[in-house]
């Protein structure tokens, strides 16, 4: 056990792994000098500008060559600063990465992560601020993770990077300086979700930075003798229907928190399917439909706060409940 | 225009120009200490938040090339686009009020320094994406051309952004179509922390436009009366026969890629010599070449200094948005309809 922040986490991890598996490569922009967040610190020193690859300001370029690598033998890590500028190299995911598999009839695999970090991140306005997992996870042949904590952001790399499919890999900004205790040796599955808080009077799901507003807000709940039980999704697609639909069968009550826009979010889809399955009450709660404003009022607007979270909660439980 | 021939009134205009951004940037960078998210630095309150990009150093560019441009000719920025915005001739106080991010501000706060724009002078606006700005560009030259006359776009952008695709097909596509474009390459031999030129294969920015067909020159990007020069030349170029020119200035970062990077990826020794390079003490010793007075400078710096507090002082005071501001201005079809 160590205390990593968020990224240092994450930068170990990929150390960690570049050292065992010599087919894993990393590129993009500022890579050499650690990345603009720090997320690759050391690690050219490490491995050699052959493996952790400095790269022009060319996105469609970098992630188009990374699915080259993917499709000639390696496991390219690919570095687009925040989903905001992976935006540029869209159809090189959605086209060429998330298809290459299936298209050429199964002869090539297309293992590599793409990290294009999420979030607001004070002060970044409408170009640096977005939350776009729901457009990710829209598509076939693509996997969607959001690490929330410096532990995740260890063992879901690594597992990531393990799995053979193209990895959507969404850090979000302002987690990057968040410490606690990281155990290295623990190994992560993708597609299991982890149970943060036990509770009896509704399902909360959410991921990436909402996990700790939702924490907040399930704290103040408590207080009003609303017991939330708080479920942090982490991998965005496949998302762990098994341990949703299970919490949900005992609390009878399902509220999905997100910072991504709600009209078309991905709660919209946890809260279809298990309003399908299980018949219960359900509600989503996101950003309004805006872009993100520079002003401290306007970036305010497009928050989901631990008061609204506990207000949805509140109303959710004034629903009658079923299926419970 | 040689030296020989530059008015010293005009001398004078371009130093003042380039004091006003040195002015504004010193200012804003003041405002955003302990304010930026940047870099992993962690968020305190300060005035200016969110990454700030300086232009301190590259003043002559800016000034250089908007001393050619008129009030009906269109510019496109970067996300380093203060002086940009300065130059073409934006209010000061309104352009401070924006990068605090108060009602008062060009963009009614929404903006930010990266998207600070004054559609009224014809700036359309600073980007947070790299090369976005010259596709937009070639789109408005389109406009100015139907619209008829000789207007033409001033498309600003950054050494790094020539790696971007954009780049190429903007550059063709104003070259096939004989666009009024006035393509400015603001060479300042970094992308972020990377080293431009290590990322850059063959001859650079002005043998790519070359090759593409779109003629230019290159420029000391340090030297206003250089760079003004140059872009007379171009512009009237642009003006007379309706076609892109391209215009490489080479210039120098002086501050970090954002305001809390300290740079520490690059020498001293790179950094002290840009120094002596710097655009303004260029101008001050040309300017008294001319027979300008030091006394004439100084009143200039003077003059900026109080004008940038006042902005400063103003935009401290200036009011908050409302948060309904961040309900408008987004789209008239299924306005109000924020969530479901
Ligand atoms: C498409 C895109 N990729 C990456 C970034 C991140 N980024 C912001 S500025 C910058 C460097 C740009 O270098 P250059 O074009 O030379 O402009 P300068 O910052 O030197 O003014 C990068 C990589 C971005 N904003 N947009
Ligand atoms: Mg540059």
């Not at chain 1, 699915?67 to 925040?82: D, F, I, K, N, S």
């Not at chain 1, 992976?86 to 793409?114: H, I, S, T, W």
């Not at chain 1, 623990?186 to 149970?195: F, K, N, S, T």
Request: with cysteine; aromatic share 6%; glycine share 10%.
């Amino acid at each position: 056990m160590a205390r990593l922040s968020y990224v240092q986490a994450a930068c170990n991890a990929l150390h960690a792994v570049m050292q065992q598996d010599a087919r894993v490569v990393t590129l993009g922009e500022d890579v050499g000098r650690g990345g603009v967040f720090g997320q690759y610190r050391g690690l050219q020193q490490a491995f050699g500008a052959e493996r952790v690859i400095d790269t022009p300001i060319s996105e469609a370029t970098i992630m188009g060559a990374a699915v080259g690598m993917a499709l000639a033998g390696l496991r390219p890590v690919v570095e687009l600063r925040v989903v905001d500028f992976a935006l540029c190299a869209m159809d090189e995911v959605v086209n060429q990465a998330a298809k290459a598999r299936y298209m050429f009839g199964g002869q090539g695999r297309v293992p590599l992560v793409a990290r294009m970090p999420i979030g607001l991140w004070r002060g970044s306005a409408a170009q640096h601020s977005q939350s776009l997992e729901a457009w990710y996870a829209h598509v076939p042949g693509l996997v969607v993770v959001a690490p929330a904590t410096p532990q995740d952001n260890h063992g879901l790399l690594g597992a990531a990077i393990a799995s053979g499919d193209p990895v959507i890999y969404m850090e979000h900004k302002e987690l990057w300086g968040l410490e606690d205790e990281v155990d290295p040796t623990r190994i992560e599955r993708l597609g299991v979700a982890a149970l943060r808080r036990p509770g009896s009077d509704l399902t909360l799901v959410t991921w990436s930075r909402t996990l700790h507003d939702a924490l907040a807000a399930a704290e103040t709940a408590q207080d009003e003798g609303l017991s939330i039980e708080v479920i942090d999704l982490r991998t965005i697609w496949p998302w762990d229907r098994e341990a949703v639909f299970a919490s949900v069968q005992k609390t009878g009550r399902l509220l999905v928190a997100h910072e991504a826009v709600q009209a078309g979010g991905f709660g919209a889809e946890i809260a279809a399917a298990t309003a399908e399955a299980l018949g219960v009450p359900v509600r989503r709660l996101g950003a309004p439909r805006i872009p993100v404003g520079y002003a401290p009022p306007l970036e305010d607007a497009a928050r989901v706060t631990p008061q609204a979270i506990v207000a949805a909660a509140r109303e959710l439980v004034g629903a009658p409940a079923r299926g419970a | 225009m040689s030296a020989i021939e530059m008015s010293l009134e005009h001398a004078l205009a371009l130093y003042r120009t380039m004091a006003r951004i040195r002015a504004f940037e010193n200012a804003a960078e003041e405002a955003s200490k302990g304010g930026v998210a940047a870099f992993g630095a962690s968020l305190a309150q300060a005035k200016v938040r969110g990454p700030l990009h300086l232009s301190t150093g590259q003043e002559a560019v800016a000034a250089g090339v908007c001393a050619q441009l008129r009030t009906d000719d269109l510019l496109t920025s970067t996300h380093r686009g203060h002086g940009h915005t300065i130059a073409k001739g934006a209010s000061i106080e309104r352009m401070m009020c924006e990068l605090f991010g108060r009602a008062t501000g060009y963009n009614g706060g929404k903006g930010g320094s990266m998207h600070i724009a004054d559609f009224s002078i014809g700036m359309l606006g600073a980007n947070g994406v790299v090369a976005a700005g010259i596709p937009i560009a070639v789109g408005a030259a389109h406009a100015l051309r139907l619209r008829g006359g000789d207007a033409l776009v001033a498309c600003f952008f950054g050494d790094g952004a020539i790696n971007r695709g954009p780049f190429l097909e903007g550059l063709n596509w104003a070259g096939i179509h004989r666009l009024p474009v006035l393509f400015v390459c603001e060479d300042n031999r970094w992308s972020a922390t990377t080293e431009t030129g290590a990322m850059t294969a063959g001859e650079g920015a002005l043998a790519r436009a070359q090759a593409i067909g779109v003629p230019g020159v290159a420029v000391n990007g340090n030297d206003v009366f250089a760079v003004d020069a140059a872009a007379a030349a171009l512009s009237a170029q642009i003006r007379a026969d309706g076609a892109p020119r391209f215009l490489h200035a080479v210039t120098y970062r002086i501050k970090g890629h954002v305001s809390v990077d300290a740079a520490a990826y690059r020498s001293h020794d790179e950094v002290a010599r840009a120094l002596e390079q710097d655009p303004l003490e260029l101008a001050a010793i040309r300017i008294a070449a001319l027979g300008g007075e030091r006394a004439a400078l100084a009143a200039i710096d003077a003059q900026a200094q109080a004008e940038i507090a006042a902005a400063v002082a103003a935009a401290d005071a200036a009011p908050w948005p409302a948060q309904s501001a961040a309900y408008t201005d987004i789209q008239d079809t299924g306005a109000e309809r924020w969530r479901d």
